[in-house]
């Protein structure tokens, strides 16, 4: 698994706000860590397969057609989210153009790890597949102790999509854009609660140098994946949620996504 080199910017990329157009982010002062922010809050998914499956065939097995059996897609998160939509789009479109079934299967646990793992210890002849993000194969080999090599146990297929990071408030939150959330944050020390996908991932890690770029102190809340987090925040349990953007149709209900990380704005 080779990590998808956008997700590392060399150059800091402005965090847009919904609101004002085109002006530049309210609140945010310059600072040494802005750079590292930016550069983190890309959510880059890739397709990847153990060893150096699909790219060389065995010579005792080159005269078998492949695929002769069901590929799995590995998903090492909870289901309900982005990268649960982006397998299940992969798998639909590996069944229809290779004529053989492709099945989705939730392995969640530890920020990615656990699904990654089972993957790496799989044979590699391009039937167990592993569908991650930038977080789990750039940040987790220095927040866990792996026992697989994220860059030498894998061979990326393609890179699926790059999204940005976007923070969805709820409704009755009353920042509607980036600098009415760090003036609230300012007014509010520990006050604003703010969900991500678990301890250590990419999301918790953005949060944390997002809040030190911004110079607020927020009540950061971890969850077992972006899920529960979501469905916590249309409850009214919590403020925020930092995630991607699938979540923009839930606009119309009981959130709103308030600012993303991309460079540019869209729709």
Known sequence: MVIKQSA????ALPLHASKPHGSRPGGLKPNPCRRQFIAAAIYSATLAAAGSALLATPPARAADAFPSKPITIVLPYATGGTSDMLARFAAQALTTELGQTAIVEAKPGAGGVLGTEFVARAAGDGYTLALTASGTMGVNPYVYKLRYDPLKDFKQITVLVDLPFVVVTNNEFPARDLKAFTDYAHAHPNGVTFGNAGLGTQQHLTQLMF???????????????????????????????????????LSSIRARCTHCSSPARSG
């Open 211 to 249: 809040a030190k770029a911004a110079g607020i102190q927020v009540n950061l809340v971890p969850y077992k994946g972006s899920t529960p987090a979501m469905n916590d925040l249309l409850g009214g349990h919590i403020n925020a949620v930092l995630t991607t953007p699938a979540c923009r149709r």
């Open 8 to 11: 590392v910017q060399s150059e």
